[in-house]
């Protein structure tokens, strides 16, 4: 099902998933000598598009299939069924190495931790002039040495010449991050996945990082793809959020729009357990029973309905479609969808 996230169809979209899904075999012994091959769905039929400048957050659970979104996105990962179609060309299968690395160029991560992310034995210099040697880019050696430091200069590390013989060691974590920054923007890309781009910073330097990030991407009018369990960040980073459970997009909206007027129980749930210094602002709490499905064992139906107050015979009877609910608002609830509104619950049953 090809859905319409709030583009027009003429529009051009840097990011366009159709009906993407992601299948990771498992093995399960069953029995000493034999054993059976499983699948574990983490991405489940996702639909996305993206337009230049434009950022989306993706937010849901441990194990949602947050992660695996961002790998096939940056096709770290290919996926099992589905469409990607990258400015239009469509980079499902990419054949030539020649391909992948015009891909690459293009497309790049924000590591979460930028500890491991770089090489502990290059200096600052050299771990950013590797992307630019791979790529072929500066036709010569002082040319490259610019545009690193022109890199460093975006992002704020300077004066740049003091950092360029540095160790990652010799760095405080924030810096780090900007270097891991300045290695994916020196290839001048058109979109970014980040995913928790700043849960392994000190919460001092997290705002800090989250600002400059924001600033490039607006500047350089770059898709962007954050990836984080944290609504909040989302909030102050994306124009867009989807909500995701187990592998599909459950809500998909604006970001304010989710974070205030929340529709699925699910995305209920999530924002009400959002940490807020003013406890007359909370919203009032779902009750979601803690048993999660098995991913290698969905069942059919809605995938929350085991846990939802509000569930219904219908809601296990037939598969829940997203559906535009106005105004770009997409919710994956049958009974929302029937309601016209968001459920609502009084002493824990639904009304
Ligand atoms: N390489 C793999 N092989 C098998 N299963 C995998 C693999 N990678 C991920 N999974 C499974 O796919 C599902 C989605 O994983 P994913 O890492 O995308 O979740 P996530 O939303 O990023 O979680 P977290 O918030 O903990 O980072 C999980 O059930 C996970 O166990
Ligand atoms: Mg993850």
Request: proline letters at 5%; aromatic letters at 6%.
């Amino acid at each position: 099902m090809a859905i319409s996230l709030n583009c027009s169809d003429t529009d051009e979209f840097v990011v366009e998933l159709r009906n993407v899904k992601k299948l990771y075999p498992v093995r399960q012994s069953l029995f000493r000598n034999r054993q059976q091959s499983q699948w574990l769905t983490a991405v489940n039929g996702v639909d996305l598009r993206l337009k230049k400048g434009e950022s989306l957050g993706i937010a849901g659970e441990s194990g949602c299939g947050k992660s695996t979104m961002g790998r096939l996105l940056l096709k770290l990962i290919d996926s099992t069924e589905g469409q990607y179609l990258f400015n239009g060309e469509d980079v499902t299968v990419l054949r030539s190495k020649e391909e992948i690395l015009r891909f690459r160029r293009q497309a790049q991560l924000v590591f979460q931790n930028p500890f491991e992310a770089l090489n502990p034995r290059f200096t600052v210099q050299r771990s950013i002039t590797e992307p630019l040697t791979i790529h072929g880019i500066g036709s010569s050696k002082e040319e490259r040495a610019e545009l690193v430091k022109q890199a460093l200069r975006k992002v704020n590390l300077q004066p740049a010449e003091a950092f360029l013989e540095k160790y990652p060691h010799q760095m405080s974590g924030g810096q780090l991050q900007r270097v891991v920054l300045a290695r994916a923007l020196v290839l001048k890309p058109a979109f970014l996945v980040a995913d928790e781009p700043v849960s392994m910073l000190d919460v001092s330097v997290r705002a800090g990082v989250l600002n400059l990030m924001k600033e490039i991407a607006e500047e350089m009018q770059l898709a962007t793809v954050y990836i984080s369990h944290d609504l909040s960040l989302l909030q102050y980073l994306c124009d867009h959020t989807a909500i995701m459970y187990l592998g599909q997009i459950v809500e998909y909206g604006r970001t304010e729009d989710i974070l205030t007027k929340p529709l699925h129980p699910y995305a209920q749930a999530l924002v009400a357990a959002i940490p807020t210094l003013d406890p007359g602002k909370r919203p009032e709490e779902i009750p979601l029973s803690k048993h999660v499905p098995s991913p290698v064992d969905l069942p059919s139906g809605c995938l929350l309905q085991d846990r939802c107050p509000y569930a219904q015979a219908t809601c296990k009877a037939s598969e829940q479609i997203l559906t535009d609910v106005g105004d770009g608002h997409l919710v994956r609830c049958g009974l929302v969808c029937a309601n016209n509104d968001s459920l609502k619950l009084e002493g824990g049953k639904a009304v």
